[in-house]
């Protein structure tokens, strides 16, 4: 989640402008339409190309959907309302199968992870299918991907129908711009002295990341939940390794009797332990590769896919040989702490 | 079990740890200060300051003008980098000012309509400089001289600054 | 000169406030190759006598030397390793390994000597073949009768050549056909091999197998014997 709302490297160049007191939303966001002309006429050294300004008039929206009309269930959608120039200022955005939505068709095209974030199976939004909003079915034109960010679990459409679906005719959400020449300072220069448009200017990515600073708290339940998770494991861990020594007394007595010290036995039983540790932490491994990486997971934003890489691999596994070592210890020194007469006796 | 209400104990007191309200940025001034970067901060007070709501009724292009009023308006009034920034009529009372409101960031003037801000606003225009290295902050109260900018509509005031004074 | 010597052999314990003394001042003296058998009510002592005897329990007062070793003076590392050069143990409940087979069960104390694959393999095969069960090594206990399982923790007892073997109710979980050929494997380890065995014993037909039987009541001994 948190690299999703980090975003890219090509949001380094991108600046928002949005309505002054939705610096926390965009989807709050109303600012004029005219922002857009205005913005590419007032602000120097912006990206041009082909005498097109790289300014990127968007309508950004939470809408419900439903996979049919017959069908009663709302699905919770993120809609971005663009214009094509939006593919260059977006360079993040690629489009993999299909092609744009074309203008009063009611089409759409759908990011890679679109289907998790409205919860159907991954078919379901093939190039072709349809969707239902606004009293009218959408036809799939395409599919695109922007790995990493929030676009990608996003439905994209052409502006104006978005316009006409959420009647807001005259207004945009966001103007998204790219510098060339120009700084951030140059676009801020034009917000704050258009007090008229009531807009404010703000770099994308400082956007995304002000949101993720949004879901810290939620960040920090999920780090206690895993806490929690990790120690009902370690618990359990530790429960099992008491358990399985305490079945053994016996057996520790009896090989104290054959002239084992105390030494050679724990050693011997850490072993044990570890090694049932690892193999397990190594089972565990492999089904969390399995059924977990990948794995894309729905918040409000959108969606993000479940990353198992090499160091959550190491934690993950190095987390389970330290249950094997830390676990054996204390069970098996209470273990030994019996003298051999009364281990022998143990039922 | 006695491990267990350990954990969780153990959890639950860096999660109320973690808990506290981070302050509100507000970033003072860098350490090394030129007098040349600084040359529009000015020791005494200016004359004859007028309120932002005034100017802003009458001022026209070109017209030199001395305004007083408080650093706030939006989220960020100044932005890193950027030698502009906004201030509001001292009529408007801020958020801080309202009792009970635990706004973080009290110079937004959230509480006000949009009209009512952008009436009481003007922007503000120092000589490509940012105004943190004068010490500038967030609900400073200033006084600014200057020349008003163009003025396409009556909405819109800059003022070109020459000098500003922080009000003690 | 005898071979264990127990001179005033105390051994307390503290249960709260309580003392408990299972040996109460005993003296004794057990001969080289001697087979004694130690019969007596619950909690006289004869168990403690055995355990001191085996060295996995140190007695609080008097002195215990056996072959010139007076055992209270040795560290706890040191007195495993001398029980793992010269005692034998025999359980009443076998205490074999369940995840091991017969010859890794018996391959057990000799781990503890420094010997090659090949010794090890010798040694193990004769103890084996001494009690009877070579066809049985690679059997699990749970493949084996009680009888055969006291017979291979008799051979794990003897697989190191230990001076003393010292047998807790040995036959006290096995029926009276087993029972007999666990004690007749005693006694001709005894006279054939002259081993010195000291066994507790709750069955008196056990004791015609033994060259004496003492009798223990609250840690003294009451009568001596010479058995038939």
Known sequence: MQLTLNQRESMNENIMIIGTGSEEGVERSQIDAAVEGIASASVPGLKERAGVVYASAEIHAALPVRESRSSTKDLNAVMRGVRPIAFLVHSD????????????????????????????????????????????????????????????????????????????????????????????????????SRLDLEITAIPERSYYASIASFYGPIRVMIIVTAVLIASGGVMGGLNTMYAAFAARVREVGMLQALGYTRSAIVINLTEESVFSAASGALIGTVFGILLLDGLAVRFSMGAFALTIDAPVVFTGFVGGLAVGLVGALPPAVRCLRLPIPEALKSV | MKYSALAISLISLFTLVGCGEQPSQTADAGASVSVQDVAWLLETEPAGAVSVSEVKASATEGQTVVVRGRIGGRKEPISDGSPVFTIVDLSLPHCGEIPGDKCKTPWDYCCETPEDLTANSVTIMLASVDPRVGGLKELDEIVVEGAVGPRPNESVLTVIATGVFVVK | MSFITCQNLTREYKKGDAVIRPLDGLDLEIPRGDFLALMGPSGSGKTTLLNLVAGIDSPTGGSLVIDGTDLAKLSRNKLAAWRSKHIGYVFQLYNLVPVLTAYENVELPLLLHDLSKRQRYERITEALERVGIADRADHFPRQLSGGQEQRVAIARAIVTDPDIIVADEPTGDLDKGSAHTVMQLLQTLNKELGKTIVMVTHDPKTTEYATRTLHLEKGRLVEAEVAA
């Open chain 1, 93 to 192: 955005v690629e489009i993999l199968e299909g092609r744009a939505p074309r203008s009063g068709m009611d089409e759409i095209m759908v990011g890679q992870l679109a289907a998790t974030r409205l919860g159907v199976p991954a078919e379901r939004l093939a190039v072709g299918s349809k969707l239902h909003f606004d009293n009218r079915d959408w036809t799939i034109s395409g599919r695109f991907a922007a790995p990493g960010t929030v676009m990608n679990a996003e439905i994209w459409m052409p502006l104006t129908d978005l316009q006409v679906a959420t009647k807001r005719e005259s207004t945009l959400s966001c103007v998204i711009v790219t510098l060339e020449d120009a700084t951030f300072a140059d676009v801020d220069v034009f917000a704050k």
